[in-house]
């Protein structure tokens, strides 16, 4: 597995304001994903962070609002930009781990409440 | 249709009891299914990885049915500590998952 770390863990924003995530994980990997998890809900997925290029986003999210970096194969980063409370969620990285069965595995989340 | 659908439950079960959950998918093309477990406010952890041929690791087993597009999942001798929402997922051909609404279990003493 891989030790993955997310801040903040949680915070409390303001309308109109944006709040950047940051995930670190202990080890180079290839994939890394951005899910939202909304109250009740499972997890969507938001976008592929792409090593040194775009993300690829899925339908229904957008660069302008999610916008997200990869510098390198440990960390990765994404903004949540000018947030209303429907934003508010748990927002997770997740890093694909390949290997003889190959696996998913999460950062411990940011819970957003936007008010 | 979503893609992975599951029995939100909840499942109330006494202590000892053996449980079930099923969950269907719809993307034939799916190669590989797992389920999750998530407790209240944490994020989800691998609880097993679900192979055609079956999958048993202590008191839960996972199973895949291909022919009719489900997977499932077994836990024996239920305890309280097994008490949280079950998702189930299936990859997407990107290594990324689709995950299921998940099933809650409460066991019960």
Do not use: H
């Not at chain 1, 891989?2 to 202990?26: E, F, H, M, N």
């Not at chain 2, 952890?45 to 489900?70: H, I, P």
């Not at chain 2, 929402?85 to 995950?99: M, Q, S, W």
């Amino acid at each position: 597995s891989a030790v993955i770390s997310q801040k903040p863990s949680r915070d409390i924003c303001q309308r109109g304001t944006s709040l950047t995530i940051q995930c670190q994980v202990d080890s180079q990997v290839t994939m890394m994903f951005w899910y939202r998890q909304q109250p009740g809900q499972s997890l969507t997925l938001i976008a592929t962070a792409n090593q040194g290029s775009e993300a690829t986003y899925e339908s229904g999210f957008v660069i302008d609002k999610f916008p997200i970096s990869r510098p390198n194969l440990t960390f990765s980063t994404l903004t949540v930009s000018n947030m209303s409370p429907e934003d508010s969620s748990i927002y997770l990285c997740s890093v694909f781990i390949q290997g003889l069965r190959e696996k998913l595995f999460f950062g411990s989340g940011t819970q957003l409440s936007v008010l | 249709r979503k893609e992975v659908e599951q029995d939100p439950g909840p499942f109330n079960v006494p202590e000892g009891a053996t449980v079930a959950f099923n969950c269907t998918y719809s993307n034939s093309a799916s190669q590989s299914f797992f389920w999750y477990r998530q407790d209240c406010r944490k994020e989800p952890k691998l609880l097993m990885s679900v192979y055609s041929s079956g999958n048993e690791d202590g008191r839960f087993t996972a199973q895949l049915n291909r022919a009719s597009q489900y997977i499932s999942l077994l836990i024996r001798d239920s305890k309280l500590s097994d008490s949280a929402t079950y998702l189930c997922a299936g990859d997407t051909g990107r290594r990324a998952l689709t995950f299921g609404s998940g099933t809650r279990l409460q066991v019960q003493p």
